[in-house]
């Protein structure tokens, strides 16, 4: 099947799919950008026929990659900002860094306590 999430209910027994998204739309983008790999292309040929060892891995990354939500609440002045389970970041920036000492990690790490709501 791939890379999906799938999120699921179940009430009385019965059991349903909320929701379902291809992990391709944002993680691998996000893997290749990192990595400086482009598996989307080479997992279209795979797809079309093309065997893996046909390709050259050659990973290159230096270091972290950190993938940081971005919030556009400021071009939605009437959504309610507090933080829940619900998705609301509207998409992601990638930034590298050396070693988990960088300042922008630290900063990073340190907001990860963020009041969510109930």
Known sequence: MGLVNIQ?????EVVYVIEANPRASR?????????????????????????LKDFQFKPKLDGYAIKVPVFSFDKFPN???????EMK???????FIKDL?????????GERSMYLSR
Do not use: C, Q
Request: aromatic content about 16%.
């Open 8 to 12: 699921f209910a179940v009430k009385d």
């Open 89 to 95: 970041s509207t998409g992601e920036a990638i930034h």
């Open 27 to 51: 993680t691998v983008p996000f893997i290749a950008k990192a990595y400086g790999e482009p598996y989307v292309n080479w997992a279209t040929k795979v797809m079309l026929g093309a065997k």
């Open 79 to 85: 959504v309610d900002k507090s933080l829940g389970p």
């Open 101 to 109: 000492k960088d300042p922008f990690f630290r900063e990073v790490y």
